[in-house]
């Protein structure tokens, strides 16, 4: 434990991305999970009172156009945000992970068949599959996580089964199965780990592709509901009124631009791992 | 057959696919790599299998151990799971797993019986007494580790299920000479200890002279000559084992 711990240290200091992005990623973390337990007014409460404020100590990012408070909408928004985002990832991994190896490992037939079908969801641009299985199946914010999981899993398929090609002609695959280890535990046990850093900074692009894809695909309105909206579903409430009150459209955006960027940071530091 | 024969390999003649496939050509061409090959050895001997790169050496120590299927003949073994070291130990341990684990992972996927936590670890220290390595090691990853000492870990997993028959294929090509020299030594060892069978792969004619009883001399897939290790030196027959032993410096 302690071990690790002295290894942490050590890649921060030597690797400002790692830095930067635990630092980054941990601010929004922060808000986000406080604003599961406190947020400064109820996200959904209007005041007429206070319309399409600027920045003030009363509201810190200011107000919308029906008077909420727009720091609480972006505490809750970011949460509906990361929790697709993660949810998108974790189909897209998963599943992408489990067709790439096995089809990588055993060849023939089934790769082909796996590899043609992943050659044909490819060729449709990630947002509109997403928008195809949300017209299909409805709007909402699982539908949502689920349509882009699976718009998500060609990459992760690809990454994966390359990976594992390389690697499964190894000596050491050989070695491992002369010892008597079955097929499935060469796979998930003997190889993958060998493709965790590609896998993880993988992760970590696929991650901001989902966040990205997420605001894109709310602010398309397929995304969450009224009353309570992700950070892309207010940007998109927020785009008539950009010239009167710029900090509506400026705060999702800053902290969509942020989210990204701490990933993108993280998965940097990852990959630069010593 | 005797009684104490250990292995008996009879009329193999082993394929490799042809990796280039063509779109149009009709048949799947197959390199046929090794041709008639008979072996036999008897329990508690090693035989020494020499020649040039590319004479069948490996693939012949493959198709015994069971990675390459395609093959005809037959391939007898008195025990089953022989255990192989490979040529180069920078590949043939992997990266991603402490040296304990991959000591460990032959006695997890043992079907025959189930070890018990204790059991494993009493083995592993036992086998890392034999390979003469520190406990310490047991912590650490491949990559931290000298070539010498991979080999050495890759001989104490081929050795924790206790195989009467080891093939290594080349286990020092990789080293540089000193280290070579304890590999070596630490085989030799094992032989004499455990009257494990040794299948030894090397090109280096002066190694076999050293290790082993028998010899077979491959060129080109094929059987050139047999022998014992000392009358085939003293007296080679065919005119390709003169002239190895005459590049090796052995004979004038």
């Known amino acids: 434990m302690s071990k690790a711990r002295t290894e942490l240290k050590r890649n921060i200091k030597e ?7 635990l630092i980054i990623t941990g601010l929004i973390l922060l808000m986000t999970i406080v604003g599961i337990f406190w947020t400064p007014y109820e996200p959904t409460a209007m005041n007429s009172a206070e319309k399409l404020k600027g920045v003030s100590f009363r509201h810190l990012m200011g107000t919308d156009n029906m008077g909420r408070d727009i720091f609480s909408r972006v505490m809750y928004g970011s949460r509906i945000t990361l929790l697709i985002a993660i949810g998108t990832v974790a189909i897209g991994a998963g599943v992408g992970t489990i067709i ?56 992760f398929a690809r990454i994966v089964r390359g990976e594992v090609l390389r690697c499964k002609n190894m000596d050491y695959v050989e070695n491992a199965r002369l010892q008597g280890v079955s097929d499935f535990r060469m796979i998930f046990v003997h190889i993958v780990p060998n493709i965790k850093g590609v896998l993880a900074s993988s992760i970590m692009i696929g991650f901001n592709n989902a966040v990205l894809a997420e605001a894109g695909l709310s602010y398309l309105g397929v995304g969450s509901q009224p009353p309570y909206a992700s950070l892309g579903k207010m940007l998109s409430d927020a785009q008539q009124y950009m010239f009167t009150m710029p900090t509506y459209v400026l705060f999702p955006g800053a902290i969509i631009v942020l989210m990204v960027l701490g990933f993108a940071f993280l998965g940097e530091g990852i990959s630069r791992w010593k | 057959m005797s009684d104490r ?13 042809n990796r280039k496939r063509k779109l149009f050509s009709k048949k ?36 015994i151990v069971g990675i390459n299927k395609d093959y005809t003949g037959t391939i007898w073994q008195k025990y089953d799971r022989p255990q192989m070291v490979f040529q180069d130990p920078y590949s043939s341990l992997n990266p991603a797993k402490k040296i304990g684990w991959l000591l460990e992972e032959p006695l997890r996927v043992d079907k025959t019986r189930t070890w018990t936590k204790e059991e494993m670890r009493k083995r592993v220290l036992e086998i890392l007494d034999e390979i003469e390595l520190p406990v310490s090691y047991l912590d650490r990853y491949p990559a931290q580790l000298s070539g010498g000492q991979r080999q050495r870990v890759c001989i104490g997993i081929a050795l924790m299920r206790s195989p009467k028959l080891l093939i290594a294929d080349e286990p020092v090509s990789a080293l540089d000479v000193t280290i070579q020299a304890q590999i070596l030594e630490l085989l030799e060892n094992l032989h ?17 002279y050293k290790i082993s009883d028998h010899v077979m001399i491959m060129k080109d897939g094929r059987v050139v000559e047999y022998g014992e290790t000392k009358e085939l030196y003293r007296n080679p027959k065919a005119e390709y084992t003169k002239s190895l032993l005459k590049a090796a410096g052995i004979v004038k």
Do not use: C
């Not at chain 1, 055993?106 to 990630?126: H, Q």
């Not at chain 2, 024969?5 to 696919?17: E, G, H, I, P, S």
């Not at chain 2, 090959?37 to 693939?59: D, F, P, R």
């Not at chain 2, 009257?195 to 280096?204: L, N, T």
């Open chain 2, 5 to 17: 024969d250990v292995l008996k390999v009879a009329d193999l003649n082993v394929y490799y696919k």
């Open chain 1, 15 to 21: 690797n400002p991305y790692l830095l930067a992005g």
């Open chain 2, 192 to 208: 004499r200890k455990h009257g494990i069978s040794i299948i030894f792969i090397s090109h280096d004619l002066r190694v076999v």
């Open chain 1, 100 to 155: 790439g190896a096995l089809t990588g490992y055993f060849g023939g037939m089934l790769d082909e068949v796996m590899m043609r079908i992943i050659d044909a969801l490819f060729a449709f641009p990630s947002i509109l599959l997403a928008l195809v299985i949300v017209s299909v199946f409805g709007t909402g914010w699982i539908q949502l996580l689920i349509s882009l999981g699976i718009a998500f899993v060609p990459s």
């Open chain 2, 28 to 63: 799947n061409k197959k390199i046929h790599a090794l041709h008639d090959v008979n072996v036999s050895m008897e329990e508690g001997e090693v035989l020494a299998i020499a020649g040039e790169s590319g004479s069948g050496k490996s693939t012949l120590a493959r198709a």
